[in-house]
């Protein structure tokens, strides 16, 4: 078997903010992988999926029961999760065929993901090719919508990460992830509500400012904050998790496996709560995928109540809901295909009842 040598180095810090607003930012720590010989590493079932990188690195995987849920369906490219970033690299290999052409919410031409990583990033984490023999996996084989909400150094407005909600909205997007802390989480509240009226779910990151953070619990923006391989919040020297009222579920967010063309091995470890919310963004697309009739509020419902509950016993400040769990979410929307309609049930009672009845009748 051969051997994997790795190093670690830190990356550009990329402003996560508003125009002007100084102080909210995002780290991404890459582990660059350079791999001799032809050693594959043994993935926790059996050798599925075939990604080489998923049971070397994707710890969080099974922790979130992406390989049950893969029992079930492994994603549909009929479910488009938009990206609001700054732009997705369209000739990433783990996202091939399956990135749709950018728009841009900011009124200049859409980003193409080369000035700013970020995007792709937070794309691959839910998008990367499952079972495809490359790479690490993502959530499943979603159809990718970049929506460019940032300018060429990643800062944005609320005013474009809410007009690029509407957008996706508009171009059939069912789930929305945004990995950006903004100022006016009112005006994205108001354009989710848009997306939501229109099928579709929005997902945002709770921030890495490692302290409590005072904020209203929106209604329609679904709050996702970080996890760590100790269902802990996660924290790293000064940089952590946000929490508060406001948050509604979490995710891992540390040592996420993401895919970048520009580094050598293609791949690297990405650590922030931008990566936790792709992931439960990854959920909801997955529960469509299985079952694409159900509605935004019960696909919510499916995700909140599947949830491992984490900290105190209910929904917290810190884990929300729980911490995701895609494999029994997957399961509940598969059994939820195989469940009649309440008016079914009722029908099919009545001719039980019936067919019980002639059969007391003929009796002797």
């Known amino acids: 078997m051969g051997a994997a040598i790795f190093f670690r180095r830190r990356e550009p810090r990329f402003p996560w903010r508003e125009e002007g607003l100084e102080g909210m930012k995002t780290r991404l720590v890459i582990l660059a992988l350079v791999v001799f010989g032809s050693g594959t590493a043994v993935c926790l079932a059996g050798t599925f999926p075939s990604d080489p990188y998923y049971g070397r690195y994707q710890w969080y995987s099974p922790v979130i029961g992406l390989p049950a849920a893969w029992n079930i369906s492994t994603g549909s490219p009929s479910v488009t999760v938009a990206v609001l970033d700054t732009g997705v690299m369209a000739d990433t290999p783990d996202l091939a065929g399956r990135v749709l052409d950018p728009l841009s919410a900011t009124g200049t031409e859409p980003l193409d993901g080369t000035d700013n990583h970020h995007g792709t990033w937070v794309a691959s984490v839910v998008g990367m090719g499952v079972n495809n023999g490359i790479g690490g996996a993502g959530v499943g084989n979603f159809t ?35 990995s950006q802390l903004t100022l006016q989480y009112g005006l994205l509240d108001d354009a989710a509500a848009y997306a939501r009226s229109k099928g579709a779910l929005t997902f945002v990151a709770a921030g890495n400012f490692n302290m409590r953070y005072v904020m209203p619990d929106y209604a329609n923006l679904v709050f996702v904050s970080g996890t760590d391989s100790s269902d802990q919040r996660w924290s790293e020297g000064t940089e952590g998790s946000s929490w508060g009222p406001f948050v509604d579920l979490s995710a891992p967010a540390d040592n996420i496996v993401v895919a970048d063309p520009t580094l050598g091995s293609g791949y690297g470890l990405g650590h922030g709560t931008s990566f936790a919310s792709p992931l439960a963004a990854g959920a909801a697309a997955l529960v469509w995928s299985i079952n694409p009739d159900l509605a935004p509020d019960e696909v919510l419902s499916i995700l909140y109540t599947t949830a491992d509950d984490l900290g105190p016993v209910g929904r917290d400040e810190v884990y929300g809901n729980g911490r995701i769990n895609i494999g029994r979410a997957a399961g509940r929307a598969y059994q939820m295909t195989l469940t009649p309609e309440p008016g079914t049930l009722v029908l099919l009672g009545m001719g039980l009842a019936a067919s019980v009845a002639r059969c007391i009748g003929r009796r002797p």
């Open 144 to 178: 990718i919508l970049p929506v460019t909400v940032t300018n060429t150094g990643g800062g944005n407005m609320s005013e474009w990460i809410a007009a690029g909600i509407r957008l996706a909205a508009d171009s059939g997007a069912k789930v929305i992830n945004i």
